[in-house]
């Protein structure tokens, strides 16, 4: 009897690897690792790498510090609202108080001996017609109602006033006139020492009458002044108040050690 040491007919030979029952030799499976291709150190298989924006991509930085509100405008516009309120106060004041003076300077004249005609009515605290002289020196005049027609009151005025028409003439209230009835009323006026002057009837002025002139003055350029205050001050804490919240969001916000 003889024995054979060699391979069986058609096996594998002594001592060689077995192959897996169902696989080819060479193949490797579908979508496995290639033979030389060595997996990076850190990467775990099936997790996304980290790493650099790839070239031409916008890298994301810090954000700007946000704007602080409410702005200075605010304040910038209160106080040039202030500004034109002063400006238009006393702008407005001086053009009040000058229609004033010109409204009550008369609109007309007549030489001594002439018949001044006065409308009276008692029942308009408004309306408080005066006797107006206008010379160029210091004269003395003598004014009374006419004989025949009705009479009135005619006094001295407690203070020497001064007024200009609209032509640039200059008027001293003379005398002031008054009635206990409404109507017109005839008053002639004479120089008995002689002289060169113009009687006129215009309006004795009231301290009431330069009421809206005042407002204009004061009030106005006051109300512009303190909201121009007001707005300053609440702006300034407002945006204090957000300054610390920002601080105080940043402390909170910020990146750890930062």
């Known amino acids: 009897m003889s024995h054979n040491f060699g391979p069986p007919s058609g096996g594998a030979g002594y001592g060689a690897p077995q192959q897996p029952h169902g696989q080819q030799y060479g193949n490797q499976p579908y979508g496995g690792q290639q033979y030389g291709q060595q997996q990076q150190y850190g990467q775990q298989a099936g ?22 509100k409410p702005s200075v405008g605010w304040i910038v516009g209160a106080w040039i609202v202030a500004v034109l309120a002063i400006v238009g106060g006393v ?26 005609t006065v409308k009276i009515d008692p029942a308009d605290a408004s309306d408080k017609p005066a006797i ?19 009479q009135g009151q005619l ?3 407690s203070v ?10 200059p008027w001293e209230l003379g005398l002031r006139v008054g009635a206990s009835q409404a109507g017109e009323y005839k008053i002639v006026c004479s120089l008995p020492e002689g002289g060169d002057a113009r009687f006129g009837v215009g309006q004795e002025l009231a301290a009431g009458q330069f009421a809206g002139g005042i407002v204009l003055l004061v009030v106005v350029p006051l109300a512009g002044f303190l909201l121009a205050v007001v707005v300053t ?26």
């Open 47 to 68: 997790v996304p790498s980290y790493g650099y924006a790839p070239p031409g991509a916008a890298p994301q930085g810090p954000q700007g510090p946000q704007k602080v």
């Open 132 to 150: 107006y002289v206008s010379a160029t020196q210091a004269v003395r005049f003598e004014c009374a109602f006419q004989e025949g027609g009705p």
């Open 233 to 258: 001050i609440v702006v300034l804490v407002k945006r204090s108040r957000a300054r610390k919240r920002l601080a105080a969001a940043g402390a909170w916000g910020g990146p750890y050690g930062g």
């Open 91 to 116: 702008a407005g004041s001086v053009g009040s108080v000058f229609n004033t003076v010109t409204d009550a300077a008369p609109s007309s004249s007549v030489g001594p001996g002439e018949v001044l």
């Open 160 to 169: 020497q006033t001064t007024v200009t028409g609209t032509d640039g003439v």
């Open 155 to 157: 006094a001295q005025p």
